[in-house]
């Protein structure tokens, strides 16, 4: 039996960026399978991406693109996913968030990272239109 505090290979790494949305996945969420939705997984990453690019931007934001997503393990009914940000790059109107999605396995204190993508949001003024992100 292993020992609860020796780290495997997915519990070695840790978490990059700042815990941005927490929540716990419910049966509504779920696939045919009984695992929870991809689909699902990427709202909550889309969502956290947004309040990080919303912050940073100062204003609103739009997400435009998503690159070199990988589902690694599936989430389960009753885990709780935690969903890192980390503002990797910021251009003239437009800006690269990476965003990491972990899961805090149910009943347990156990977590994995179950997928990661990086971002591309765009400032947006009050007519839709690309604007300078502030310095």
């Given at each position: 039996?292993?020992?609860?505090?020796?780290?495997?290979?997915?519990?070695?790494?840790?978490?990059?960026?700042?815990?941005?949305?927490?929540?716990?996945?419910?049966?509504?969420?779920?696939?045919?399978?009984?695992?929870?939705?991809?689909?699902?997984?990427?709202?909550?990453?889309?969502?956290?991406?947004?309040?990080?690019?919303?912050?940073?931007?100062?204003?609103?934001?739009?997400?435009?693109?998503?690159d070199?997503?990988?589902?690694?393990?599936?989430?389960?009914?009753?885990?709780?996913?935690?969903?890192?940000?980390?503002?990797?790059?910021?251009?003239?109107?437009?800006?690269?968030?990476?965003?990491?999605?972990?899961?805090?396995?149910?009943?347990?204190?156990?977590?994995?990272k179950?997928?990661r993508?990086?971002?591309?949001?765009?400032?947006?003024?009050?007519?839709?239109?690309?604007?300078?992100?502030?310095?």
């Amino acid at each position: 039996m292993q020992d609860s505090g020796t780290a495997d290979e997915t519990t070695a790494e840790t978490p990059q960026g700042d815990l941005t949305v927490r929540t716990i996945a419910m049966p509504a969420d779920t696939n045919a399978n009984g695992d929870i939705f991809g689909g699902w997984v990427l709202s909550q990453m889309d969502q956290a991406g947004g309040i990080a690019g919303v912050e940073r931007a100062r204003g609103r934001v739009v997400t435009v693109a998503l690159d070199g997503m990988t589902f690694l393990r599936p989430v389960s009914v009753g885990d709780v996913l935690c969903v890192y940000t980390r503002v990797a790059h910021v251009g003239r109107t437009s800006m690269k968030i990476e965003v990491e999605a972990w899961a805090r396995r149910f009943r347990t204190q156990h977590r994995e990272k179950v997928t990661r993508a990086t971002f591309t949001f765009v400032a947006i003024d009050d007519e839709g239109r690309p604007r300078a992100i502030a310095t």
